[in-house]
């Protein structure tokens, strides 16, 4: 017979991604409304409403270490769907800093640099600054070489900018990022 390894349960854990996230996951009845809405659904090894029910367990280590943390796109269709409000995005959003900051192992490394890349760029320029982001994610996910026709029709047709630009009030900029913790 195959041992098993042992679940850990931290019981403060859902107290704070509800603090960091602002939601409120004891309203959660399980409808699954959420994960029958969610677009990535299928690239995920477990479901939104899955996600909230192992938060509510304590399952920290598996849902910091799960693939749907990453592959939440954020684009509110599970809030629209959901008779209680909760903004899975946000729970997300706040599931990936923990992982992080806690330097978990995560299972889609590539993933993980999109993400990087993207804060990176945020943090710096105020917003995103497509070409940068472009050629240095690439280059940490190993760039196609097939991918450069892409980049040069963009670059042709004015949606990709040479130089970045920055934001006007970079003091508010840098005041969100304290708050986000970026």
């Known amino acids: 017979m195959k041992a098993t390894k042992p679940i850990k349960v931290d019981p403060g854990f859902m107290n704070e991604v509800s603090r960091r996230s602002g939601q409120m996951f004891n309203s959660c009845f399980h409808c699954r ?39 939440c796109v954020g684009c509110l269709g599970c809030v629209s769907e959901c008779p ?11 599931l ?34 497509e070409l940068g982001f472009m050629a240095k994610y690439r280059m940490k996910a190993l760039p196609q070489i097939g991918d450069i026709p892409n ?18 009030k970079r003091v508010d900029m840098k005041k969100l ?3 986000c913790h970026v």
């Open 177 to 179: 990022n304290e708050v």
């Open 84 to 94: 209680n409000g909760i903004s899975i995005p946000e729970m997300m959003d706040t």
């Open 151 to 168: 980049y040069m029709k963009f670059f042709f047709s004015g949606r990709l900018s040479m130089l970045p630009e920055k934001i006007h």
């Open 33 to 71: 409304s959420c994960s029958g809405g969610c677009p990535m659904g299928e690239e995920m090894d477990y479901l939104p409403n899955d996600i909230i029910r192992m938060v509510q367990l304590g399952l920290k280590q598996e849902v910091l270490e799960s693939r749907a943390i990453w592959f």
């Open 96 to 129: 990936r800093q923990i992982a992080l900051e806690e330097q978990v192992t995560v299972k889609e490394p590539e993933v993980v640099a999109f993400h990087k890349g993207f804060l990176e760029q945020v943090k710096r320029y105020g917003r995103l600054y």
